[in-house]
């Protein structure tokens, strides 16, 4: 089937003739850490049928958004991963999830949350209140966790890591000098615990309703400390 077309010579339409479609964007959201197996990707992606979810990721794959890849053995599964046209997207997202921050308001009942979609409306933040400082950070919910690396891309132009864990090669989203990594099992600098009150709250600039919870040693740790 034809994919609809807004037929506008514009780079906004055209990239919405790409992106557009129903959960493509939140694909792109669930690969920004790195690889992932289909059945990992559909248990992250709450209401989506399976039939919709592998034709978008064929669409994904023609455009050339995605590539699916074999693993070596041992794993020897096929994962979907984001193509470096791709990753390209990652600081359009994190701009459009602060937007919709402010649109977040009370969970409804019938709300579906993972921890780690609060990653992109806060990686700005997180920045801003390390005030400077880098490291391996980990920000735990009650719904999961997730890892930024601050100081990403002044790691990656030195073409080193400043320690523990992956730098902005291994993780999909990099904005500013932050970049979503993965867990590879690295302890991280700083261990940010957060309740979903406050997740928000700092997404959207508000007073925390609750002091949050900062462990770990070091100028990342202390910063985010005085700062929450």
Known sequence: ?????????????RALDVLGERWTLLV???????????????????????DVLASRLKEMERDGIVERRRLAPPGAAYVYELTDRGREIAPALAALARWGAAALGERRPTDALRGHWFALPLMHRLEELAGGASGLLEVALDEGAFRIRLGAADDSAEGGDSGGGSGSAGGGAVTGTAALVPDDG????????????????????????????????????????SAV
């Open 186 to 225: 690295a302890k991280p600098d700083a261990r940010l615990l957060l309740d979903t009150a406050s997740a928000v709250a700092l997404a959207t600039g508000d007073a925390l309703p609750s002091p949050a919870a900062v462990h770990g040693e070091g100028p990342l740790a202390d910063a985010l400390r």
């Open 28 to 50: 792109v959201r669930e690969l920004l850490t790195g690889p992932r197996r289909y059945t990992d990707l559909h248990a992250d992606l709450p209401g989506v049928s399976t």
């Open 1 to 13: 089937m034809p994919r609809r077309s807004y037929a506008q010579y514009c780079a906004v339409s």
